[in-house]
C-alpha cells in the first residue's frame, strides 16, 4: 500500500504561495503516480494535478495551469504541490491520491484511476 499523508496547507492571503506535501508509506511509491484534487464547500472534488510515475508528464487542471507546479521525491516516498498567486477561488480541502500502475488509466485526471486518499489539508486563501 501507499497511503498519503497531507502537509503544507493553511492560511495565506491572496497573492501568496504555499507548497503541499504528501508523504507515503510502503516501498512502492516510485510505480505510482501521484495526484492532487481538492474539493471546496459545496463544491464537487475536482481534479488539480498529477505527476506519472517516473515523473516525466505532468497534468494539470486549467484553472491552475502556470500557477501550481506538481513534483516527486521518490527517495522520500513524498509528492509535491506548489501553489502560488493564490486566489480565494483556490480555498478548499486538498487531497492527495496515488495511483497505483494497473489502476492509473491514460488521463490521470480521474479520481477513479487513483487507490489511496489521504484525509486532506485544509487551504484557506483570504482576499
Known amino acids: 500500500q501507499v497511503n498519503p499523508v497531507e502537509s503544507g496547507g493553511g492560511l495565506v492571503q491572496a497573492g501568496g504561495s504555499l507548497k503541499l506535501s504528501c508523504a507515503t508509506s510502503?516501498?512502492?511509491?516510485?510505480?505510482?503516480?501521484v495526484g492532487w484534487f481538492r474539493q471546496a464547500p459545496g463544491k464537487e472534488r475536482e481534479f488539480v494535478a498529477a505527476i506519472s510515475w517516473n515523473g516525466e508528464n505532468t497534468y494539470y487542471a486549467d484553472s491552475v495551469q502556470g500557477r501550481f507546479t506538481i513534483s516527486r521525491d521518490d527517495a522520500k516516498n513524498t509528492g509535491y504541490l506548489q501553489m502560488n498567486s493564490l486566489s480565494p477561488d483556490d480555498t478548499a480541502v486538498y487531497y492527495c491520491?496515488?495511483?497505483?500502475?494497473?489502476?492509473?488509466?491514460?488521463?490521470?485526471?480521474?479520481?477513479?484511476?487513483?487507490?489511496?486518499w489521504g484525509q486532506g489539508t485544509q487551504v484557506t486563501v483570504s482576499s
Open positions: 491520491t496515488t495511483g497505483s500502475p494497473h489502476r492509473i488509466g491514460g488521463t490521470h485526471r480521474a479520481a477513479f484511476e487513483y487507490d489511496y
Open positions: 510502503g516501498r512502492t511509491f516510485s510505480s505510482f503516480a
